[in-house]
Every structure is written in structure tokens, then in C-alpha cells.
């Protein structure tokens, strides 16, 4: 700010978060400089960091301080989430789209474990949550209309939606955050002694998938009915 600023009684703004990628300052943590720009265009911040989609890491301005807009308090829409604008590029008349996605803005989430060979492909079709806090996040959408963040959920009660890749990622190259829930099976087992007092196993069983098929299938001699709940 210099002598004038501080003659005027104004005081630099301290910058709380940066982008992961660019080092930009961003008002909320964990933002790539895409998300940055994306925020922007969103909610028409009047002093911009970037003047086009940031294609390379690029050293930010700080010659004037920028104002945080006011966070939107109604729930983020697909339309919001997905709307475009149009700007021509310098000297000519031709137009490029610029994509604004939605990212939720308040909460920052641990990172994932580094080891995640072990996790099982994500079914998008079915109940998923996060692998780090095993929040269930609710998928609004799958078909959004941003060549990469096509996947928009909300994450636990949050009303701001998260984006993610398909393969349930926050960032293109960064690591998964979705999972499947694991789903509940029950089987009902029917208990029997073995005739062979020789043979190797002193009981024998039948699985059901009910109880009453468990009763219905039932031989004279059963000791008893044993459900069985696992996860898959």
C-alpha cells in the first residue's frame, strides 16, 4: 500500500488461503486455479484474477486488494452450476465458452490414504460416500456439462454442492474421494449334524436368502437357524 495507504488508514489483506496449483490467493482452501477462475465468473467479481480460463500458472496481482463477495446462501443448481458466458478474444469476433462450476466453499477435507490400489472400481449407480470421513454424499448429477467435473453431490447436510471427476476425484490428476457404502447381505443358515461321525466336518450347512426359505427348505434333524449379516 505504501505511505498513502497507511496515511489513509488502510491495511493489507491477509490472504488465508492460496490455490494448490498457481499459489493465487483464494478465498477458501483446497482451490485449483481452474475452481479460482470458475468462482469468479460464478458470483461476477468485478477484479478478476485471471482475464481467460488459466491454462498456465501465471503470478498473481496484488496490486489492489480484492473484495470477497458475499457466499450464496440458496443451494447451488445445476443451471448455476453449469452456466456459461461468452467473451470474444482481444482483436477478433470469435467467442470461447467460459464453464462455471460449483465447489463447496466452507470445509476442508483431509486427504485421502496414499495406498488406493486396494480400492474397489466406484459404481456411481450406487450409494457412495467419502473415503476419508465416510460421509454419504447425495449425487445430484453425473451428466454435467464441464468436460472434466461431470459429477455433482452434496456431502453430508452441506447445501453447496462438490464436484468431482467420474473416477471420484476433487481435482483432474489428484487422488479418489469417493467409494462405494458397503452394502448389507443377510443369509439365513440352517444347521444340521453330520451323519458320518467320521467325516471331517461335525456340521453341515444350507444357506437361504429369507428365513421363511429357510423353513421351507428345512430336513428333519435341523439344530437350529443361523442368520448372517456381512458387508460387500
Same mark, same amino acid.
Given at each position: 500500500?505504501?505511505?498513502?495507504?497507511?496515511?489513509?488508514?488502510?491495511? =493489507?489483506?491477509?490472504?488465508?488461503?492460496?490455490?494448490?496449483?498457481?499459489?493465487?490467493?483464494?478465498?477458501?482452501?483446497?482451490?485449483?486455479?481452474?475452481?479460482?477462475?470458475?468462482?469468479? +465468473?460464478?458470483f461476477? +467479481?468485478?477484479?478478476?484474477?485471471?482475464?481467460?480460463?488459466?491454462?498456465?500458472?501465471?503470478?498473481?496481482?496484488?496490486?489492489?486488494?480484492r473484495k470477497?463477495?458475499?457466499?450464496?446462501?440458496?443451494?447451488?443448481? =445445476?443451471?448455476?452450476?453449469?452456466?456459461?458466458?461468452?467473451?470474444?478474444p482481444?482483436?477478433?469476433? =470469435?467467442?470461447?465458452?467460459?464453464?462455471?462450476?460449483?465447489?463447496?466453499p466452507?470445509?476442508?477435507?483431509?486427504?485421502?490414504?496414499?495406498?488406493?490400489?486396494?480400492l474397489?472400481?466406484?459404481?456411481?449407480?450406487?450409494?457412495?460416500?467419502? +473415503?476419508?470421513?465416510?460421509?454419504? &454424499?447425495?449425487? /445430484?448429477?453425473?451428466?454435467?456439462?464441464?468436460? &472434466?467435473?461431470? +459429477?455433482?453431490?452434496?456431502?453430508?447436510?452441506?447445501?453447496?454442492?462438490?464436484?468431482?471427476?467420474?473416477?471420484?476425484?476433487?481435482?483432474? #490428476?489428484?487422488?479418489?474421494?469417493?467409494? #462405494?457404502?458397503?452394502?448389507?447381505?443377510?443369509?439365513?443358515l #440352517?444347521?444340521?449334524?453330520?451323519?458320518?461321525?467320521?467325516?471331517?466336518?461335525?456340521?453341515?450347512?444350507?444357506?437361504h436368502?429369507?428365513?421363511?426359505?429357510?423353513?421351507?427348505?428345512?430336513?428333519?434333524?435341523? /439344530?437350529?437357524?443361523?442368520?448372517?449379516?456381512?458387508?460387500?
Amino acid at each position: 500500500m505504501g505511505i498513502l495507504g497507511t496515511l489513509l488508514g488502510r491495511r =493489507e489483506p491477509v490472504v488465508e488461503f492460496r490455490t494448490v496449483d498457481g499459489g493465487h490467493p483464494a478465498p477458501f482452501p483446497d482451490m485449483t486455479d481452474e475452481q479460482l477462475y470458475n468462482y469468479e +465468473v460464478t458470483f461476477n +467479481v468485478p477484479k478478476r484474477t485471471f482475464k481467460e480460463p488459466p491454462r498456465s500458472v501465471r503470478p498473481p496481482d496484488n496490486r489492489q486488494p480484492r473484495k470477497e463477495p458475499p457466499l450464496r446462501k440458496e443451494p447451488f443448481t =445445476e443451471t448455476v452450476a453449469q452456466k456459461t458466458q461468452e467473451r470474444p478474444p482481444h482483436g477478433t469476433h =470469435e467467442t470461447h465458452p467460459h464453464t462455471a462450476t460449483a465447489h463447496r466453499p466452507t470445509r476442508s477435507m483431509p486427504p485421502p490414504p496414499t495406498e488406493q490400489k486396494d480400492l474397489p472400481p466406484l459404481d456411481l449407480a450406487k450409494p457412495v460416500r467419502l +473415503v476419508t470421513t465416510k460421509q454419504p &454424499v447425495e449425487i /445430484i448429477t453425473t451428466r454435467a456439462r464441464h468436460p &472434466v467435473y461431470k +459429477v455433482h453431490g452434496y456431502i453430508g447436510d452441506d447445501d453447496v454442492v462438490t464436484v468431482f471427476t467420474l473416477e471420484g476425484q476433487l481435482s483432474e #490428476n489428484g487422488p479418489r474421494y469417493l467409494e #462405494n457404502i458397503p452394502q448389507k447381505q443377510q443369509l439365513f443358515l #440352517n444347521v444340521y449334524p453330520n451323519p458320518d461321525v467320521h467325516g471331517a466336518e461335525k456340521y453341515l450347512l444350507t444357506q437361504h436368502a429369507s428365513r421363511e426359505q429357510a423353513d421351507m427348505a428345512a430336513k428333519p434333524g435341523r /439344530i437350529t437357524c443361523a442368520p448372517l449379516q456381512f458387508d460387500t
